[in-house]
């Protein structure tokens, strides 16, 4: 078994923007109450007395929206500040970041994952379900002149939508050390419409790269499943996360933590999730907390999406957003 050392920590299931991916208009959301969602004691405490305790300590803070949180900076901060804390990284769709990717860095933060789905602002606008795409814009520019390296544009990859900007988002890697990464779109909350679009494959994509630019191996620190590229000459690099078309599960080392405190061992894995919430409110001390999760670590069983009926009964309770991605 791999050594699990990676922990995707939920913040909110909140979202200021709408994605057809992740929060599809079609399904209806109910948000958690706010005494549902862990404080930020009970996160620090989870992270510093049950996670680094059992090795994990590579940390990436998500949503919903992790910026909507508030005091959010002050989270950061603090966990950034914890003794063992190897790395610690956030995922964010850029709206905010004119105004907080100085703090942020302050804070002790380093690395950023921006969603940025398209550079045509009314493509962008109906993947977003919002106009925002310069603020958006602004925000990964703000980012980037602050210092956060290595600066990573995540951009999930849909048929008869934004299929024909691979090319263009590839090319911003040319003049500027950042990294795309192109993420096979998922069934996870927007059933309906994958089984009427399906999805590109990664394969596809890089042979549309390499016949437009060539390809070389790349190199970009990181702790996700990206198979990484680099077009001769860039400054930046590419890369493929093929959870669709390609099982990655030989080189899993994450944990997913929702933002009400359920602990899940595997994206598709839905019924083999544990609340860590409940266990610490109901008086649960370090020592018991950490051997749930040792346990579930013990449990955890490569389940890549061909096999996913192995991990989750029926269909899926949660969109991405309210998972953490």
Request: overall charge positive.
């Given at each position: 078994m791999n050594t699990i050392d990676y922990l995707r920590i939920s913040v909110i299931d909140r979202c200021n923007f709408r994605c057809s991916y992740c929060m599809p208009e079609d399904v209806s959301l109910s948000y958690l109450p706010p005494q549902a969602v862990l404080s930020d004691?009970?996160?620090?405490?989870?992270?510093?007395?049950?996670?680094?305790?059992?090795?994990?300590?590579?940390?990436?803070?998500?949503?919903?929206e992790p910026l909507l949180r508030h005091r959010i900076v002050d989270l950061i901060?603090?966990?950034?500040?914890?003794?063992?804390?190897?790395?610690?990284?956030?995922?964010?769709?850029g709206y905010f970041l004119s105004e907080l990717a100085t703090p942020l860095y302050?804070?002790?933060?380093?690395?950023?994952?921006?969603?940025?789905?398209?550079?045509?602002?009314?493509?962008?606008?109906?993947?977003?379900?919002?106009?925002?795409?310069?603020?958006?814009?602004?925000?990964?520019?703000?980012?980037?002149?602050?210092?956060f390296s290595p600066l990573k544009l995540n951009v999930v990859v849909m048929p008869h939508v934004n299929e024909h900007e691979v090319l263009d988002l590839a090319a911003l890697t040319l003049n500027r050390p950042w990294h795309v990464r192109f993420i096979e779109f998922m069934p996870i909350g927007n059933t309906a419409r994958f089984e009427s679009e399906g999805w590109v494959t990664s394969a596809d994509l890089r042979t549309k790269l390499r016949?437009?630019?060539?390809?070389s191996e790349g190199q970009c620190l990181g702790n996700g499943p990206a198979d990484v590229f680099q077009i001769p000459g860039a400054l930046g690099t590419v890369g493929f996360i093929s959870q669709m078309s390609e099982c990655f599960c030989d080189r899993c080392n994450r944990l997913r933590l929702s933002a009400d405190g359920w602990l899940r061992p595997c994206l598709l894995n839905e019924s083999g999730q544990v609340n860590l919430r409940d266990a610490?409110?109901?008086?649960?001390?370090?020592?018991?907390?950490?051997?749930?999760?040792?346990?579930?670590?013990?449990?955890?069983?490569?389940?890549?999406?061909?096999?996913?009926?192995?991990?989750?009964?029926?269909?899926?309770?949660?969109?991405?957003?309210?998972?953490g991605g």
């Open positions: 004691r009970e996160l620090l405490f989870l992270v510093q007395e049950v996670f680094l305790p059992l090795g994990i300590n590579k940390f990436r803070i998500t949503g919903g901060r603090a966990i950034a500040q914890l003794p063992k804390v190897g790395d610690l990284s956030l995922t964010t769709n302050q804070a002790g933060l380093r690395r950023l994952n921006i969603s940025l789905d398209s550079l045509d602002p009314q493509i962008f606008a109906q993947i977003t379900g919002r106009d925002r795409w310069q603020q958006v814009w602004q925000g990964i520019l703000a980012a980037y002149e602050v210092g016949d437009r630019f060539g390809l610490l409110r109901q008086g649960t001390d370090a020592t018991a907390l950490q051997q749930i999760v040792r346990d579930l670590i013990t449990a955890k069983t490569p389940i890549n999406f061909k096999e996913r009926d192995r991990g989750t009964q029926s269909t899926y309770s949660r969109t991405m957003s309210q998972i």
